[in-house]
């Protein structure tokens, strides 16, 4: 994962990317996260997908009892596919 400040003027991480995949890893359910949930994460103050990764939870595995943190994050660029 790269934080993504080599590169001239820094830019919130999320900024960068246009909608994330986000796989449980217990349960295997995915969703994707479109671009206008992801801006409300960076307008209440959270830029990296790290600190996006600390607030998501899996509603599945939490009603049946676990944590629901299990989870991998597959951000999508601009411009791809
Ligand atoms: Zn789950």
């Known amino acids: ?3 993504a400040f080599e590169n001239g ?3 919130p991480e999320l900024a960068l ?7 449980c890893e217990d349960c295997g359910r995915t969703r994707r996260m479109q671009a206008p949930a992801i801006a409300r994460h960076v307008s ?3 830029h990296s997908l790290i600190g ?3 607030k998501l939870y899996c509603a ?9 943190k299990n989870l ?3 951000p999508i660029d ?3 596919a």
């Open 60 to 68: 599945v595995c939490r009603e049946r009892g676990g944590l629901g």
């Open 44 to 46: 209440a103050g959270c």
């Open 78 to 80: 601009r411009g791809s």
């Open 17 to 23: 990317v246009r909608a994330i995949d986000i796989r």
């Open 52 to 54: 996006l990764h600390d």
């Open 72 to 74: 991998s994050l597959f």
């Open 1 to 3: 994962m790269s934080l």
């Open 9 to 11: 003027p820094w830019k």
